[in-house]
Every structure is written in C-alpha cells, then in structure tokens.
C-alpha cells in the first residue's frame, strides 16, 4: 500500500494478446466493484474481524441487563446440620425432629431443591468504561474495513490496467514482428540478388528471433497478470484468461492541482477510535478503585421427592463490594493502560506524518510523470519519422541493414515506453485520490 508503482522491467511489460490455446474472459471495467465486494477473501476476512469486534460490544450489554440462572439439586445426607436445614425448607419439622438424639444422629434424608437466581448490575463504573472501549474498538475496525476496500478497489483497478498495457503492448510487439517479417523477406531478396552480404541477412535474422523471443515471455506475463486479477476478484478462470472489455487510456487528463490530506480519511478516523478505545480503557482502569453495586435474587422450591414442590421461599438484596487491595494488580493494569492509550496517541501522530511524506512525495511523483509522457511521447513520434525515413532510403539501397534495425528496434522501444508513462501518470493520479479520499 505504501509503494506507488512496481514498475514493469521492458522485456517482462511486453506481453501477448493472441493464439493463447486458452478461453478468452471479457472482463469490464464496471464488474470489477461488484466482484471484489462479494467474492475478495481479504475485504472478507477484515468484515469478520469487525464482525468479531461487534460481538465483544454486545457482550458488554450484561452491564445493564440480568443474569439469570435455574438450577435442580438432589441430595441424600446423614449431616446433621444439612439434615435439620433440609427439613426447615421443606417445612416439614416437627417437635419430634428437636430430639438431641435426632439432631445429633439423624436418619438419612432426601432433599430435592430448584433454584432460580437473578443477578442484577446497577452501578460498575468501571464496566462502563469498557462497554465504551469495546464501542469505539468495534467502529474502529468498521472504518478499517472500509479503508480496506477502498485500497483493495485501487489495486484491482491497477491490475485491471495492467492487463490493459499488457494486451497494448502485445500490439506494439506484433506490428514490431510484422515489421521485422517484412525486411526479412526484403533483406532476404536483395541477398539472392548479390546486393546485400550474409551479415546483413544475419542481423535481420537475429532481430526476428529477438522478437520470437519477447512473444515467448510475453505468454508468460499475460497469463500472471491474469491469474493476479483473478486472485483479487476471488474466481476460478478454469484455465482460461481475461481480457479487458476497455482499452488502455492512451492519453492524460493532467491535473494542476495540488492534492491535500482529508482528516475524514478512514484510516485516520480508525486510528482515532482506536485512541479512543485506549482512553476509556484507562479510565476503566481507574474507575476499578470505586465500589460496585450489584442486586440479586433467588427463588427456592424444595420437596422430598424429584420435581415436586411442597415448598418456597424467596431471597432479594444488593451488594455494595469495594475492592481495597488486591496485590497490585489494579494499579498495574491502570499504569499499563495509561502507556497503551500514550502509546495509541504518538502511533496516530506518527501514521498522519508518514501519511503526509507519502503524499508529497506522490504529488512530485505526479509532476514528474506528466513530463515523462510529454517526452516519452515526443521521442516516439521522433522514432517513427526516423524509421519512416531509413525504411524508404534503405529500399533504394542509401542506408545501412544495421541503422534500419536499430531505428525499428527503438520504434517498438519508445513506444512501450510512452505507454507505461500514460499509465504510471494515470494510476498516481488513481493513488494520489486514494490518498486524499
């Protein structure tokens, strides 16, 4: 994400359009949006990761809302303290049951009890704090995830132009080859006729095999440049290979103006929740000093049989806890969330500079492109007028084999050229919105 261009070496830009002995996929550039929100497996994996983070704010809501539990119970005892208390809540005591001798050594009994607690939070300050931590923790990864599609459209549209050059550089290198074809056959026939030396035809001969050669590796290219796309959109070509329902911009529209940074970017308003997140982590950490206050309830069915209930009884209070020392432990995870959220904040300072640099330097990035079109497109229109004329003087025998190879050679050369300058210009200006958005 942070480097600008992976430039495309000569000899690898160079890529092959036809006789592929393999399905042809028409891919436009309107599908690939669609595509890479329902099929990208990293915008999925950043959807479940935001999704997990949703989940830890609702868990929070046990903050406000009741705990409630039921539970069945069966004892047999000859305790006897659980003997007597298991009588008194089955109401069943007796005078008989004060016997010493009972009370000391009583007959087993049996004790089937269903109980149905309620645990009630009214005021944890510190579990507030948190709620809100998980809160802003959640939106941050929710902004993330947009950030990520927003960089994932930007590399998909640059490998969709990518395939782009590829297929109009094939072009290029074609014509080269027909070009080449033809002062073979030239060159082939003026050495039958005794007007050209066997040197001349070997020059001719090798430029042609150079050719077949880029062709060769130009399969290659076309083939990785597709299978890259079709990794971005998540799909199985099944052996076949896209291509582009659009042609490649062969001109600019330059821009003169000179981008800013937004503070409404997504990963910016990421890294403020994320701040935000380690502030009420701190603060929770603090609140851990204060009391909590908590209410609970029970109800109670007994009987001496399974699932009978002979008798009831209900208990409701509340507790006020306040946890005066617990080893230092509640001081250390305040100090530790202290460093995290300090930590937090020079992260966020350090991203929106380095965010900055990236921009200036994109920005002269920009500048420098649009001159390189300007030239790269004025050498090829120079090269062709050059090769225009060494091919008209070599036919009436005024120019050398090895000048008229040359100028073909750095016809193709500057016109592969001013291609890749129209689209390092044309995907700045893309990165450089990126950038801005």
């Known amino acids: 994400m942070k480097q600008l261009i992976n430039s495309l070496p000569f000899g690898i830009m160079i890529v092959v359009v036809s006789a592929f002995g393999q399905d042809t996929l028409k891919l436009s550039r309107t599908d690939l949006s669609t595509k890479l929100a329902e099929q990208n497996l990293q915008l999925k994996i950043s959807n479940q990761t935001f999704e997990s983070a949703r989940s830890d704010y609702r868990q929070s809501n046990a903050l406000f809302l009741p705990s409630i539990s039921a539970s069945h119970t069966a004892i047999t005892t000859t305790n006897p303290l659980m003997a007597f208390g298991s009588k008194l809540n089955q109401e069943i005591l007796t005078q008989a049951d004060f016997n010493p001798a009972l009370l000391n050594d009583p007959s087993q009994v049996q004790n089937y009890a269903t109980r149905i607690e309620v645990l009630q939070p009214i005021f944890n300050a510190d579990g507030l704090y948190e709620r809100r931590a998980a809160k802003s923790k959640m939106e941050a990864y929710q902004l993330q995830t947009e950030r990520t599609k927003e960089y994932l459209e930007l590399e ?114 990421a890294m403020e929740k994320s701040t935000e997140a380690y502030r009420n982590m701190m603060t929770s950490g603090r609140m851990s000093f204060l009391p909590r206050l908590n209410a609970f309830g029970t109800y109670e069915l007994y009987d001496t049989e399974i699932f009978q209930f002979g008798a009831n009884g209900y208990t409701v209070g509340a ?18 969330s202290k460093v995290e959220f300090q930590k937090a904040e020079t992260e966020a300072e350090q991203y929106k500079k380095q965010s900055q640099l990236e921009l200036n330097k994109t ?16 050498a090829f229109e120079q090269t062709q007028e050059s090769f225009r004329i060494r091919q008209n003087r070599f036919t009436q025998g005024l120019e050398k084999t090895t000048d008229l190879l040359m100028t073909e050679t750095q016809t193709a050369q500057k016109e592969l050229e001013y291609l890749q300058a129209v689209f390092e210009y044309n995907f700045t200006k893309m990165y450089i919105e990126f950038l801005t958005k």
């Open 363 to 378: 920005n002269r990035q920009l500048a420098d492109a649009q001159n390189k079109v300007a030239l790269s497109k004025l």
């Open 156 to 269: 998909v549209n640059k490998a969709f132009m990518q395939l782009q050059l590829a297929y109009k550089a094939v072009g290029v290198v074609e014509k080269a080859n027909s070009t080449a074809q033809a002062n073979l056959n030239l060159v082939n026939n003026y050495f039958k006729q005794g007007m050209l030396q066997k040197t001349d035809l070997l020059d001719v001969q090798v430029r042609v095999n150079e050719i077949t050669n880029q062709l060769s590796y130009a399969k290659s290219n076309v083939r990785n440049a597709s299978d890259y796309l079709a990794f971005l959109l998540n799909e199985d070509t099944k052996g076949g290979i896209y291509k582009p329902v659009e042609n490649l911009e062969n001109e600019i529209n330059p821009s003169l103006e000179m981008a800013q940074l937004s503070a409404s970017r997504k990963d910016f308003l």
């Open 319 to 336: 507790q006020l806890s306040w946890n005066l020392f617990d080893g230092y432990k509640s001081i250390g995870k305040f100090e530790k």
